[in-house]
């Protein structure tokens, strides 16, 4: 994402906040950057593509952020993955989109509905694979089950405090709750078999989340174009760990542990700078690309 862009889309992310996305108007997004409504519409087709492009990112983030919780431990931890769940329930504190999430909870629009229900399947599709490495196979049906009480235990119960007591809840003691109740309704729920999400559900929910296919020569090039827009005001261990990671992913034979472990300072050396963007959309990239060389091999 160029440098342009990415201000347009911070902009409207706070106008968002400030304004509610349904008070916010393209023509505000396009004052408030002091742009052309041609140039606006040259980044994003609509503003509901300016709230995809800000969950995007959260999830890019929160995608990164669990691989690195992840990394080196082993993936059956109940503890690992808690603190993985918390990861995007800090990701919205932190970026405020818990206001944009409320701003559009009584929205009539259709197009509005249809993208906050496609972040809403994105996790419960994460949280389902997930319940299955820590559970086992057994539980591959129920697994959206499930990932679906976590998920509503969590948010009901942070809702029902922020209204009844008005405060925040720490993240990881709701989530901690809501995987002690699951893990107490899983033999019950083996012994009886009675689901109500199933097989035909689960396949609209696969078929519903976008996942973009990655392959290395991809992620090599689109290193390669980052690489060349690095110049020598950017930080000199963030231009090393590109450099090693380009030298890696060219190997005929990928030495994952190499490569997870230049993952996380590669992404962290440029979080201040404009590259952050496009430097956490290559991690993400290579993340799952590693991920997809373990299943191989196992």
């Known amino acids: 994402m160029n440098t342009r862009k990415r201000k347009v889309l911070d902009i409207a992310r706070s106008l968002f906040i400030e304004k509610g996305f349904n008070e916010t108007s393209i023509m505000d997004i396009i004052h408030e950057a002091n742009i052309s409504k041609g140039t606006f519409y040259n980044y994003f087709t609509s503003k509901n593509e300016c709230l995809i492009a800000i969950l995007q990112e959260s999830r890019e983030d929160a995608s990164n952020r669990r691989h690195e919780l992840i990394f080196g431990q082993d993936p059956k931890d109940i503890n690992i993955l ?9 990701i919205n ?7 944009i999430f409320e701003s559009i909870y009584h929205s009539r629009d259709v197009g509005v509905k249809k993208v906050v229900m496609m972040h809403h399947l994105q996790e419960l599709d994460w949280l389902s694979t997930r319940l299955v ?6 539980i591959s049906i129920m ?11 969590i948010q009901h119960t ?20 809501a995987l002690r109740n ?10 009886t078999k009675e689901v109500l999400i199933g097989a035909e559900t689960i396949h609209f929910i696969k078929n519903s ?3 973009k296919v990655v392959n290395k020569n991809m992620i090599i090039n689109q290193l390669k174009g980052f690489i060349e827009e690095l ?13 090693c990671l380009l030298t890696e992913l060219q190997q005929t034979e990928l030495k994952l542990f190499v490569i997870e472990a230049l993952l996380t300072p590669f992404r962290k050396s440029f979080i201040k700078t404009t590259h952050a963007s496009e430097a956490r959309e290559i991690a993400n990239y290579i993340w799952r690309l590693v991920k997809d060389e373990h299943i191989d091999e196992n």
Do not use: F
Request: charged share 30%; aromatic share 4%; proline share 4%.
């Open 133 to 138: 490495e820590v559970y086992g196979k057994e």
């Open 209 to 211: 989340v976008d996942h």
């Open 158 to 177: 942070i809702r029902t405090l922020l209204v009844a007591e008005d405060r925040c809840v720490d993240p990881e003691a709701v989530v901690n709750m």
């Open 93 to 99: 504190r932190e970026q405020n989109l818990l206001q």
């Open 231 to 243: 110049s020598k005001d950017d930080p000199k261990d963030g231009i090393e760990y590109a450099n």
């Open 82 to 90: 808690a603190k993985q769940i918390a990861v995007l329930m800090h």
């Open 182 to 191: 699951i893990d107490a309704i899983i033999p019950r729920m083996l012994e």
């Open 143 to 153: 697994s959206y089950e499930c990932a679906v009480q976590v998920i509503a235990m």
